[in-house]
């Protein structure tokens, strides 16, 4: 199969230049100023006049078919990639869960199960680990081996996902022996049952108390605690979902100091804010549908979060995509907070909300690639298969049509949530085309791909 993608402007993290695109057997082929110029036929040609041409998107932060809060997430691997990919994200990392006392190996092989079969797009793992004894110490390594080099752990959630410090200090140990990496959940999470226990008790039950017990504070704190332990490991850290000014402050201090420390953020915590966690006047309850956690902060944290990705201190927007449908999901914390299961839906409208940030001058076109595509594929070993558009790269590619005017509604979206955070908004700015390792999955907003045609990644180990 040999296509041809001519006449678009291709972007990358470094690069903005007029191309014609070759694919071969699933690979970037060539890159030439005019390919009329080569000998052979093409079995297809895709017109990308007038329009950008991105390496596909890469998630580096999905719960799909996720036990959680009591339910489980609503989006498994068919639907969950399908989204993905109607929105130009070509490649998913999700996380394996690690049940208490069980092996890793377990957990690896349920998430394995989960997403064959199912899966659209390309998809790799993270493992979260929730408990490390020796033997699971030990197993990091056959792990790692297996491609799944990032190890998960949490500060929050007490008795459930919570791993005491030295614990966190053994794995980091560990990581650092297989040049794995520690992806962290920083937040002083004993503390904050405290205030949930005592919020309750005083009788705050609306959504709004999940941001008022979980305070930038214990953000800041986890994240310190996490960049000092790893200094003390001398390992790297990536700081998950990180929401608030404090928690980057911790990181920009970090990294000002040398350290190998680097952050995510999330759309939620660029475009959302505490005031959506109030509801609306008729119902305190509609704000169930941004309790996700961290939880969405007050709105003058989103200039430093942009800063923060403006000037590298961030280096990846992922979305930490975790859909729970109100009805009967979300609905279980009707009357308590703290039963609200965390995590809001994005995974498909990423690139959406990024792309307004370039209109608006906050991103540069090669930014908006880095921080959706290319800066993943680096930290998480899957640079230069994914991630970039070079010749021998897989062929995945968005043809990016820039003018594309459309308003967003859970019905027309493909994630399969009963609610958008978004429902009404217009945009512009939309994939044309979405191409998985040369063949098409997405055409002008139609998803021509199968269940089962996405691949499991094996991550390379950290190599920045
Ligand atoms: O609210 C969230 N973030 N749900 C998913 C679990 C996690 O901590 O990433
Ligand atoms: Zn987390
Ligand atoms: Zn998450």
């Given at each position: 199969?040999?296509?041809?993608?001519?006449?678009?402007?291709?972007?990358?993290?470094?690069?903005?230049?007029?191309?014609?695109?070759?694919?071969?057997?699933?690979?970037?082929?060539?890159l030439?100023?005019?390919?009329?110029?080569?000998?052979?036929?093409?079995?297809?040609?895709?017109?990308a006049?007038?329009?950008?041409?991105?390496?596909?998107?890469?998630?580096?932060?999905?719960?799909?078919?996720?036990?959680?809060g009591?339910?489980?997430?609503?989006?498994?691997?068919?639907?969950?990639?399908?989204?993905?990919?109607c929105?130009?994200?070509?490649?998913?990392?999700d996380?394996?869960?690690?049940?208490k006392?069980?092996?890793?190996k377990?957990?690896?092989?349920?998430?394995?199960?989960?997403a064959?079969?199912?899966?659209?797009?390309?998809?790799?793992?993270?493992?979260?680990a929730?408990?490390?004894?020796?033997?699971v110490?030990?197993?990091?390594?056959?792990?790692?081996?297996?491609?799944?080099?990032?190890?998960?752990?949490f500060?929050?959630?007490p008795?459930?996902?919570?791993?005491?410090?030295?614990?966190?200090?053994?794995a980091?140990?560990?990581?650092g022996?297989l040049?794995?990496?520690?992806c962290?959940h920083?937040?002083?999470?004993?503390?904050?049952?405290?205030?949930?226990?005592?919020?309750?008790?005083a009788?705050?039950t609306a959504?709004?108390?999940?941001?008022?017990?979980?305070?930038?504070?214990?953000e800041?704190?986890?994240?310190?605690?996490?960049?000092?332990?790893?200094?003390?490991?001398?390992?790297?850290v990536?700081?998950?979902?990180?929401?608030?000014?404090?928690?980057?402050?911790?990181?920009?201090?970090?990294?000002d100091?040398?350290?190998p420390?680097?952050?995510?953020?999330c759309?939620?915590?660029?475009?959302?804010?505490?005031?959506?966690?109030?509801?609306?006047?008729?119902?305190?309850?509609?704000g169930?549908?941004?309790v996700?956690?961290p939880?969405?902060?007050?709105?003058h944290?989103?200039?430093?979060?942009?800063?923060?990705?403006?000037?590298?201190?961030?280096?990846?927007?992922?979305?930490?995509?975790?859909?729970?449908?109100?009805?009967?999901?979300?609905?279980?914390?009707?009357?308590?907070?703290?039963?609200?299961?965390?995590?809001?839906?994005?995974?498909?409208?990423?690139?959406?909300?990024?792309?307004?940030?370039?209109?608006?001058?906050?991103?540069s076109?090669?930014?908006?690639?880095?921080i959706?595509?290319t800066?993943?594929?680096?930290?998480f070993?899957?640079?230069?298969?994914?991630?970039?558009?070079a010749?021998?790269?897989?062929?995945?590619?968005?043809?990016?049509?820039?003018?594309k005017?459309?308003?967003i509604?859970?019905?027309?979206?493909?994630?399969?949530?009963?609610?958008?955070?978004?429902e009404?908004?217009?945009?512009?700015?939309?994939?044309?085309?979405?191409?998985?390792?040369?063949?098409?999955l997405?055409?002008?907003?139609?998803?021509?791909?199968?269940?089962?045609q996405?691949?499991f990644?094996?991550?390379?180990?950290?190599?920045l």
């Amino acid at each position: 199969m040999r296509t041809l993608i001519q006449g678009g402007t291709v972007v990358t993290a470094t690069d903005t230049f007029a191309a014609d695109v070759v694919v071969e057997q699933g690979k970037i082929a060539a890159l030439l100023r005019d390919a009329s110029t080569l000998t052979g036929s093409f079995d297809e040609t895709i017109d990308a006049r007038g329009q950008y041409v991105f390496p596909g998107g890469i998630d580096a932060h999905t719960h799909l078919d996720m036990p959680f809060g009591g339910t489980t997430s609503s989006d498994d691997f068919e639907t969950g990639t399908r989204a993905a990919a109607c929105g130009g994200t070509t490649t998913v990392i999700d996380f394996a869960i690690q049940q208490k006392g069980s092996s890793l190996k377990a957990a690896l092989d349920t998430w394995h199960a989960k997403a064959e079969g199912k899966a659209t797009a390309d998809y790799a793992f993270h493992m979260i680990a929730t408990d490390v004894p020796p033997p699971v110490l030990s197993e990091m390594a056959d792990v790692v081996r297996e491609g799944v080099t990032s190890f998960k752990l949490f500060m929050a959630y007490p008795g459930v996902l919570l791993l005491d410090d030295q614990s966190i200090f053994r794995a980091m140990l560990r990581a650092g022996e297989l040049d794995a990496l520690i992806c962290m959940h920083a937040e002083t999470g004993l503390p904050i049952d405290v205030l949930v226990e005592r919020a309750l008790a005083a009788g705050h039950t609306a959504p709004i108390y999940h941001a008022l017990t979980r305070p930038e504070v214990a953000e800041a704190t986890g994240t310190e605690r996490a960049i000092a332990l790893a200094e003390m490991a001398n390992v790297p850290v990536y700081i998950v979902h990180l929401s608030a000014q404090r928690a980057l402050e911790r990181v920009m201090e970090a990294r000002d100091r040398g350290l190998p420390a680097y952050a995510e953020t999330c759309p939620q915590y660029l475009f959302f804010s505490e005031d959506d966690l109030r509801g609306t006047p008729e119902d305190e309850f509609e704000g169930a549908k941004f309790v996700c956690t961290p939880p969405l902060r007050p709105k003058h944290h989103h200039d430093h979060l942009w800063r923060g990705l403006a000037n590298y201190d961030l280096q990846v927007v992922s979305t930490d995509h975790c859909p729970f449908c109100m009805k009967d999901q979300k609905e279980l914390g009707r009357g308590n907070f703290a039963k609200i299961p965390n995590g809001m839906p994005g995974v498909e409208t990423r690139l959406y909300l990024l792309w307004e940030a370039v209109r608006e001058g906050k991103l540069s076109m090669n930014r908006f690639v880095e921080i959706s595509s290319t800066a993943p594929a680096k930290i998480f070993g899957l640079y230069p298969r994914k991630g970039t558009l070079a010749i021998g790269a897989d062929a995945d590619v968005v043809v990016w049509d820039p003018e594309k005017r459309h308003t967003i509604s859970a019905k027309t979206l493909h994630m399969r949530v009963d609610y958008s955070p978004l429902e009404g908004r217009q945009f512009v700015g939309a994939p044309s085309l979405v191409m998985q390792r040369g063949r098409t999955l997405v055409k002008d907003g139609t998803f021509l791909g199968k269940a089962g045609q996405g691949q499991f990644l094996r991550c390379g180990t950290f190599s920045l």
